[in-house]
């Protein structure tokens, strides 16, 4: 971060479009990430940058010293804790077989075999699709954000995709996507609000005091139902 006279500014790198955690709405940011880190740097007294980028650039930029918070839907796992530390986690998530909503052939992930599974690079999806694909026997194919992964199901070149639960939820409610969830989630999460590993406990501790304090006054909630309702 860099310091400007007595706040201190953090830039926080979050996905290019990952509704309702984050999205351009009327040339701006908005959606439950950009809410919460918001709330929590007026909460602990620093300010912050928002930086939409590809989900699967925001750990690298965090390593290169371009970002100091990392965020986008980000599911704690024990291969990030390698190199990132997670704040308390925020939400809970998962993972999502999606399909074309006139498919009645695939019905969970065994039914995919010689077909091809899209995915979003960087990804707990990605992750999943290229651990499981020599049992289920599916090609791969690998984009760079959740909008590109919806339309390679839309025109055929993908017969399924792996999307978050809460954010396909979403997708499907809020637009006229031509999408379904198959089959229950295949797995559960949880997002947390990372940092560069061992170099910010400080940071880390106000994002976990700024949350704690959001949880119990209120305005957690008041975000939350803000962009999902009650
Ligand atoms: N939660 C998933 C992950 O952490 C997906 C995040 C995303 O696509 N922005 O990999």
């Known amino acids: 971060g860099t310091d400007n006279g007595d706040a201190k500014k953090y830039t926080v790198g979050v996905d290019t479009t990952y509704p309702p955690f984050e999205f351009q709405e009327d040339g701006e940011m908005k959606g439950i990430d950009i809410d919460l880190i918001n709330a929590i740097a007026e909460d602990q007294g620093f300010e912050i940058e928002i930086e939409a980028m590809d989900f699967s650039g925001i750990i690298p930029a965090m390593q290169a010293g371009q970002l100091d918070i990392g965020m986008g839907g980000m599911s704690i796992t024990e291969k990030r804790k ?56 599916y090609e791969i194919i690998q984009v760079n954000d959740s909008t590109s992964m919806f339309q390679e199901v839309a025109n055929g070149s993908a017969a399924a995709l792996l999307e978050d639960y809460p954010v396909i939820q979403y997708a499907i409610a809020k637009s006229d996507l031509d999408l379904k969830v198959a089959g229950d989630k295949l797995n559960g999460d949880n997002y947390g609000i990372s940092v560069l590993k061992g170099e910010n406990d400080e940071l880390l501790k106000k994002i976990n005091d700024g949350l704690a304090n959001l949880k119990e006054n209120g305005n957690y909630d008041e975000i939350i139902s803000k962009y999902l309702g009650e």
């Not at 308390?88 to 010689?114: M, R, W």
């Not at 599974?117 to 290229?130: H, L, R």
Request: proline content about 2%; cysteine-free; overall charge negative.
């Open 82 to 137: 390698e190199t990132v530390d997670f704040s308390d986690p925020y939400f809970e998530s998962g993972l999502s077989l999606v399909v074309a909503k006139d498919n009645s052939d695939i019905t969970s992930i065994g039914d995919l075999k010689g077909k091809t599974i899209a995915v979003k690079k960087g990804t707990t999806g990605a992750n999943y699709a290229t651990e499981n694909k020599e049992e289920y026997g």
